[in-house]
């Protein structure tokens, strides 16, 4: 029994979109990748749709080339250097700076990450014993806040 292709009327021309993944060209200051996007493709104008997860893997892909032609860290190579460094995406952007969920950000490629935090991570990534001078001042810092936060409630 054949199984049953799945479409979806096109919102450009009305035509039939299926599911499927199709080469694209990515372009960012006269640098070109081709990624693997998949979407639904419209079969008669080629239009394609993305959902919420294709639209990262495309997200994802324009960051990697943006770092590259900026000279900063991907995506990748900042979630491989915080993986090596021990930290979750969480510790990482409290004790390197840049909130909570920076780091979520960088690694999904919602934002490409700043020239002095590259420079930190490459640092960090070559000395990564310098990671427990930057922790030790975080919970330094973290205590005398506390600290003032419970003298001012006085």
């Known amino acids: 029994m054949r199984?049953?292709?799945?479409?979806?009327p096109c919102a450009a021309c009305g035509g039939t979109t299926i599911r499927e993944i199709r080469k694209r060209p990515?372009?960012?200051?006269?640098?070109?990748?081709?990624i693997d996007q998949p979407a639904w493709w419209c079969q008669d104008c080629g239009e394609g749709m993305l959902d919420s997860k294709d639209a990262a893997i495309a997200d994802?892909?324009?960051?990697?080339?943006?770092?590259?032609?900026e000279g900063v860290l991907t995506p990748v190579d900042i979630e491989n250097i915080r993986k090596?460094?021990?930290l979750s995406q969480r510790q990482a952007g409290t004790i390197l700076g840049g909130g909570a969920r920076s780091f979520q950000r960088y690694e999904a490629g919602a934002v490409v990450v700043s020239k002095p935090m590259s420079n930190l991570l490459r640092l960090l990534d070559h000395q990564p014993d310098?990671?427990?001078?930057?922790?030790?001042?975080?919970?330094?810092?973290?205590?005398?806040?506390?600290?003032?936060?419970?003298h001012r409630s006085r």
């Open 3 to 8: 199984k049953k292709i799945e479409s979806r």
């Open 26 to 34: 990515i372009r960012y200051g006269g640098e070109a990748m081709t």
């Open 60 to 69: 994802r892909a324009f960051a990697t080339l943006k770092a590259r032609k």
């Open 84 to 86: 090596r460094l021990g």
């Open 130 to 150: 310098l990671l427990t001078l930057l922790s030790a001042r975080k919970v330094h810092q973290t205590e005398i806040a506390a600290r003032r936060r419970v």
